[in-house]
């Protein structure tokens, strides 16, 4: 079992890192899980490069652009079950994370021709991995937080990735705000237990 956190949020130790964090330790819990089998990540670490369709992928599967894209996709392959968190920035998700989901949706989902002339999408890889979505917000209302993990679904979807919990908050302004939030951080320890 390998478990991926993916931080969409720029703000390290921020609310968005403190609940994947709790994802994570709830998937270890009562477990020896080491470094190799939990990893978080900050997608602000990494270059990603926007989606310029320029459809080079479709074939291959892989982005043709010289940033961190495949790297990540293969971190997302290797892993059992992914988290990914991010905080609501302007009615939607972070640009960091959405630039992952353009990019998976780019690169697999395959876009083909039915024999009556309809067009039919098929998923490139099938797993069966689990995922937990994470999205937090400050003022916006949690409908809007809800449409902003809807966003996130798209990724669980072309990845064919069970989602088995949705973590929504808002009211969380500055780093470490979530602490004050317990039932939110038991939602999440819980979601982690029942990633393995
Ligand atoms: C550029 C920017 C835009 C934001 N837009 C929204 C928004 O539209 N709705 C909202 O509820 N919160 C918004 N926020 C607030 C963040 O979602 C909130 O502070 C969150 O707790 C940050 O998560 P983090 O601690 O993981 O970085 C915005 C924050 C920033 C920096």
Redesign the pocket.
Known sequence: MKVLGIIG?P?KE????ILVSEVLKGASRDVQLNAHTIEKIYLDDFRLFPCKTCGKCKTTGVCVQPDDFNLILEKIKDSSAIVLGS?????TVTAQTKILIDKIDSSQIIVSSTSDGKTKFSRRIRTNKKGVIIC?????GLN?VKQSAGVMRCLFRDLSIEVIDEILA?K??E?G?VLKNKPILQQAFIAGTKLR
Request: aromatic share 4%; with cysteine; charged share 25%.
């Open positions: 949020s703000r921020g609310n968005t890192d905080p609501v920035y302007c009615k937090i917000g400050d003022l916006s809007t808002n969380l302004s780093k705000d």
